[in-house]
């Protein structure tokens, strides 16, 4: 009895080893190989300046024309509720 | 002459030797298969935190590039200087230039400085490797993170425009 219980035992750790060895994988995937990631800003100017995060991509992007920037002229905040209203200028783009 | 019947309660010391003899090599039969278990465990610990501190890093590092203009590198410092509307909304527009974000290495550690607010803060830890340098408009990122087989390496590259 007490050999059919440890076999069990062992039998569900080792599963749960494997499965644990698979989510590490997944979570590794982005950094198998030691990749090299270039990093693109998001084309949509309103996302940028919302505060968006850049992209990783696995090809270097095509080069930005920078032309003018999106100018702010006023910012407004309220904290409850979490508000922001921004006036800007995009006569610059 | 009757002898009194002998009741059969308990257990004899033979049988509880044998108990004892069989459990004690199950519990060591049990131990013995457990040590290779718990170094796969502390290996997968160190390579989970390992991804998770890169992770941090990278994720720190695209926030601030999301709004980002230009990236310019001093020593082993990386300095992002944001858009305008980017640096005004987050405080750091002076009227003629952004004040910008760093990042630098020290002790293992990524460091990230809002230039504006002074705020340092704490990105990741366990970082072997926080290489910056310039090639013309390339800007390149180089992280590394643990040692041995959980060492891992990640590269990231911006273009200046």
Sequence with gaps: MALLVLSLAVLLL???LVSHDLIVQDMEGWLAGDPIYWVARRP???ERVLGHSAELLTVQPPAVETGGQLVVLEVTRTLDPATIEVLVDRSGL | METPARTARGFTLVELLVVVVLSSGIMLLGMWSWRPQQHAILELRDRTQV????RLAVENLLQDLGGAHK???????LHIEREEATATLAGGWDGSADEG??????????????VASGRVRLVASRLTAFDVG????????????????????????????
């Design chain 1, 44 to 46: 949509n100017e309103w």
């Design chain 2, 71 to 77: 990236l310019t590198i001093s020593g082993t410092t």
């Design chain 1, 14 to 16: 080792s599963r749960l």
């Design chain 2, 51 to 54: 991804v998770g501190e890169l």
């Design chain 2, 101 to 114: 974000v760093e990042y630098w290495r020290d002790d293992d550690d990524l460091w990230r400085l809002d």
């Design chain 2, 134 to 161: 310039k090639n013309g408009k390339r800007i390149s990122i180089d992280l590394s993170a643990g040692e041995g087989d959980a060492e891992r390496n990640l590269g990231l590259r911006w273009r200046n425009p």
